[in-house]
């Protein structure tokens, strides 16, 4: 399904504004994100789109954990970068334009962070991924979906596959059909920020 990365921010930011239920972005900051769509880096786009969306769609707590940004070669490169809160948007998008990517993938130990960060085990927590690769840390995110929800109280993911092909896409939607999340596929800045 081809959605945008403001609208899953919309809908995640309305329903914890109903029921203060925290949202983290978990994103991407690998050394493929410097790969380019159109011409333009993909951390580039990322950014941008954090900046123009965010303001508006972040409603309830929200926080951010990013991996792959300190450190090449590095599976523990995962940080909490905001903590989940209200009125962080700002404090989201500053962090996302510093974010210089260089690692690898640890997206399933990234997930878990982001998780753990809400206190999943006790409150209502989403996690909205957006990737631009596949797990390369050896987890195994379908696992560490059906853990989750098996754990949480009301534990949802939605995976945003950011210039995935389809056969990557569905290696990692699972994150999201496990938990009763979503998959969106997003190949350029417009489906990123529709």
């Not at 983290?24 to 011409?39: E, K």
């Not at 109280?153 to 896409?169: K, W």
Request: glycine share 12%; charged share 20%; proline share 4%.
């Amino acid at each position: 399904m081809r959605f945008g990365f403001g609208a899953v921010l919309a809908v995640c930011g309305a329903l914890s504004a109903q029921a203060e239920e925290a949202t983290m972005i978990v994103l991407d900051a690998s050394g493929s994100m410097w790969g380019q769509i159109d011409g333009v880096n993909k951390i580039v786009i990322a950014r941008d789109v954090v900046r123009e969306t965010l303001p508006a769609a972040a409603q309830g707590p929200l926080g951010l954990v990013s991996y792959g940004h300190n450190r090449k070669g590095d599976c523990s490169d995962i940080e909490v970068l905001v903590p989940p809160a209200a009125g962080t948007a700002g404090a989201i998008a500053a962090s996302v334009d510093a974010i210089n990517p260089k690692g690898k993938t640890p997206l399933s130990d990234a997930v878990q962070r982001a998780a753990q960060a809400m206190g999943h085990e006790e409150n209502k927590a989403t996690v909205v991924l957006v990737t631009d690769g596949l797990e390369t840390c050896g987890a195994a995110p379908c696992a560490l979906a059906r853990a989750l929800e098996a754990s949480g109280l009301d534990f949802t993911a939605h995976v945003v596959g950011f210039g995935l092909s389809r056969q990557d896409g569905a290696a990692v939607s699972c994150l999201a059909s496990e938990t009763g999340g979503r998959y969106f596929e997003a190949d350029n800045q417009g489906e990123l920020a529709a």
